[in-house]
């Protein structure tokens, strides 16, 4: 009657190992670290760069506890943060301005448990310490910066119809085009309404001329700000990737506000520093009356500078740009004709079409040079000879390495720059030392809830007291099991969730055992009594669990940042405890009196 089949003890023993395995990283905790990453995301780390590492650091005499490759980066561990410090001013120095060079925190647990891809969870800012930032977008700014962009269409349109203006002007996010009549005014005012739709026009006459007077509708304003924010967002996102930090926070904060927050980042100037970076693409004619010899030598000729080439050694361009990456509209990774070689295609806007087609026609013949600008150094990436006029605003770039590189190099082209200025509006710092403090005591009050708990159930129902607080520990062991293998990041709310879950998990043993005890004062035997309390219990279990759960999935749903955390935990405890409290707790009941077929009592 009391007896599993084979299987399900099998069943529990293995999600029993398995979640020891994926919760033990997590009491290993994390060491001082200095992370080193290309500035330029199309760069690769490699042994040579490892070698490099460990010789600047062998040659300093500060020790590591080791160094190793992780993606695209350099981790080296430090025993102290003292020696962390030293190190980062070392390698700061050794490698120079090609890479990034930050202080972070990694774990500690041994190399055979990551192999088994068993890691520990992530830690919020509030567990771990790091930084945090509040940013506020110029919608301002992004306005003015769609009029510019206007005001340049415009200019191509009324050109292409051949209607004569007088000037075209902007006045701050409104773009005002003068005219010497009427007629003028009104058929320009025809062409552009059917062009730019998101636009309201409003003509007025003036003594001295004609006015029209272009204005993005509401509906399209909101539309820029939103894009905006959007863009800035996904910059942001791109650009914290090189910190390595584990889990960042970077969400929307009403209307015009961005959150950043860098769990276990130590070095608060750095980040302001990598959240700073611009990325973009000029284009530039290279001086062909520069002597090769000179160029190497680092000599430029008036008027021109000398920048690195990716093809290989230096070559000398003029200063005066061509093309921006504002006139970028999009671009995407792909390969060239021939399909052999890995490219960018790119799409500018009407000025940048118009202005690449111009230049290219007057200087068929020439070679153009393509710069990447990132972190203020500039790196050309192909400098191809114009062989015809390339009109139609569809340019491709060649001269990637990779289909991986073409796709970076879109990636920072498409966000490499913020669409509006943003600025630092608060910043926070919160210490290791504080986190360590927090995470003490929320491990302490789990503990301590934990054992009052273990404590009750104990006295109140004896042996199968003591089954439900096992059932307890297991359950949260499955819960941070769980968290690891999702690499959640774990918050002060989300240990609120925990010892909340463990709280509430002992509500199933409790209506279990309640249960037992009623068959038996109603006469039934030990064994039918166990039986039918499980059996009879589990409605109720099932449905008081189905409505926490509700509530907590509506928690995630319509919550945002420690709100979700706290539901996640809550979601995820209140699956682990239906199945630790039910199965698990009757699994030891079973082995204890499930083979005694003249049970006479049991203590409860």
């Known amino acids: 009657m009391n007896r599993y089949p084979l299987w399900k003890y099998l069943l529990i023993g293995v999600t029993l190992v398995v979640a020891f395995l994926y919760t033990l990283p997590n009491f290993f905790g994390e060491v001082p670290a200095v992370q080193?990453?290309?500035?330029?995301?199309?760069?690769?780390?490699?042994?040579?760069?490892?070698?490099?590492?460990?010789?600047?650091?062998?040659?300093?005499?500060?020790?590591?506890?080791?160094?190793?490759?992780?993606?695209?980066?350099?981790?080296?561990r430090f025993a102290s943060t003292d020696v962390q410090i030293k190190a980062k001013d070392v390698l700061q120095n050794g490698l120079g301005?090609?890479?990034?060079?930050?202080?972070?925190?990694?774990?500690?647990?041994?190399?055979?448990?990551?192999?088994?891809?068993?890691?520990?969870?992530?830690?919020?800012?509030?567990?771990?310490?790091?930084?945090?930032?509040?940013?506020?977008?110029?919608?301002?700014?992004?306005?003015?910066?769609?009029?510019?962009?206007?005001?340049?269409?415009?200019r191509t349109e009324l050109r292409g119809d051949k209607i004569r203006y007088s000037r075209i002007s902007r006045e701050g996010n409104a773009v005002v085009v003068r005219f010497a009549t009427r007629d003028q005014r009104d058929a320009a005012a025809d062409k552009l309404a059917a062009v730019f739709t998101d636009l309201g026009f409003a003509a007025e006459d003036l003594d001295d001329g004609f006015l029209l007077t272009a204005r993005l509708k509401p509906e399209a304003e909101k539309q820029v700000q939103e894009f905006a924010l959007q863009q800035n967002i996904t910059t942001l996102r791109n650009r914290v990737n090189e910190l390595g930090v584990a889990e960042p926070v970077i969400q929307q904060q009403g209307a015009n506000r961005v959150v950043v927050q860098l769990p276990g980042v130590q070095d608060t100037a750095k980040?302001?520093?990598?959240?700073?970076?611009?990325?973009?693409?000029?284009?530039?004619?290279?001086?062909?009356?520069?002597?090769?010899?000179?160029?190497?030598?680092?000599?430029?000729?008036?008027?021109?500078?000398?920048?690195?080439?990716?093809?290989?050694?230096?070559?000398?361009?003029?200063?005066?740009?061509?093309?921006?990456?504002?006139?970028?509209?999009?671009?995407?990774?792909g390969f060239d004709s021939t399909s052999a070689q890995a490219a960018v295609h790119i799409n500018l806007d009407g000025k940048g079409a118009r202005i690449f087609k111009d230049v290219t026609r007057e200087n068929v013949g020439k070679r153009m040079a393509i710069l990447l600008i990132e972190k203020g150094i500039a790196e050309a990436i192909t400098a191809p000879v114009i062989r015809e006029e390339i009109g139609g605003g569809r340019v491709q770039i060649t001269g990637m390495e990779?289909?991986?590189?073409?796709?970076?190099?879109?990636?920072l082209l498409r966000a490499g720059a913020l669409a509006a200025p943003m600025q630092i509006v608060e910043e926070r710092t919160v210490g290791p030392s504080m986190g360590a403090e927090n995470i003490e005591k929320g491990f302490h009050s789990n503990i301590w809830g934990f054992l009052a708990v273990v404590a009750f159930m104990t006295i109140y129902y004896r042996v199968f007291g003591l089954f439900?607080?096992?059932?307890?520990?297991?359950?949260?062991?499955?819960l941070i099991a769980l968290l690891s293998m999702l690499q959640a990041t774990l918050t002060l709310p989300g240990m609120a969730a925990i010892a909340l879950t463990?709280?509430?998990?002992?509500?199933?043993?409790?209506?279990?055992?309640?249960?037992?005890?009623?068959?038996?004062?109603?006469?039934?035997?030990?064994?039918?009594?166990?039986?039918?309390?499980?059996?009879?219990?589990?409605?109720?279990?099932?449905?008081?669990?189905?409505?926490?759960?509700?509530?907590?999935?509506?928690?995630?749903?319509?919550?945002?940042?420690?709100?979700?955390?706290?539901?996640?935990?809550?979601?995820?405890?209140?699956?682990?405890?239906?199945?630790?409290?039910?199965?698990?707790?009757?699994a030891m009941v079973n082995l204890t009196y499930g083979r005694q077929p003249r049970l006479a009592k049991v203590s409860i």
């Not at 991986?404 to 990636?411: K, R």
């Not at 039918?528 to 999935?553: E, F, K, P, Q, V």
Request: glycine share 8%; proline share 3%.
């Open 36 to 76: 080193v990453s290309p500035v330029r995301t199309s760069e690769t780390v490699d042994t040579a760069l490892l070698g490099r590492v460990e010789a600047l650091l062998k040659t300093a005499s500060l020790p590591t506890s080791g160094v190793e490759l992780a993606g695209n980066s350099i981790k080296a």
């Open 402 to 411: 990779t289909a991986q590189e073409a796709s970076d190099v879109a990636l």
């Open 502 to 586: 463990l709280g509430m998990a002992i509500d199933a043993n409790v209506l279990i055992n309640e249960r037992i005890r009623e068959e038996l004062r109603n006469g039934a035997t030990p064994q039918a009594a166990i039986h039918a309390g499980y059996d009879r219990a589990w409605g109720t279990i099932l449905d008081s669990n189905l409505t926490t759960l509700i509530a907590g999935i509506a928690l995630f749903w319509l919550g945002s940042g420690p709100v979700r955390g706290f539901a996640v935990v809550l979601c995820l405890g209140i699956l682990t405890s239906m199945f630790s409290a039910v199965t698990v707790s009757r």
């Open 468 to 478: 439900s607080s096992v059932a307890l520990a297991i359950n949260g062991f499955f």
């Open 271 to 333: 980040a302001k520093d990598i959240l700073g970076r611009t990325a973009t693409l000029e284009v530039r004619m290279v001086d062909e009356q520069a002597d090769p010899l000179l160029v190497e030598q680092g000599q430029a000729p008036f008027g021109a500078e000398i920048v690195a080439s990716r093809e290989g050694g230096k070559i000398a361009v003029k200063k005066d740009v061509v093309l921006t990456g504002d006139s970028i509209t999009d671009a995407a990774p």
């Open 97 to 154: 301005e090609r890479y990034t060079v930050a202080l972070n925190l990694v774990s500690a647990s041994p190399a055979w448990l990551s192999t088994l891809n068993a890691l520990p969870m992530y830690l919020g800012l509030d567990l771990r310490g790091g930084v945090h930032f509040l940013l506020e977008v110029d919608m301002k700014a992004a306005l003015e910066k769609a009029a510019v962009r206007y005001q340049n269409d415009f």
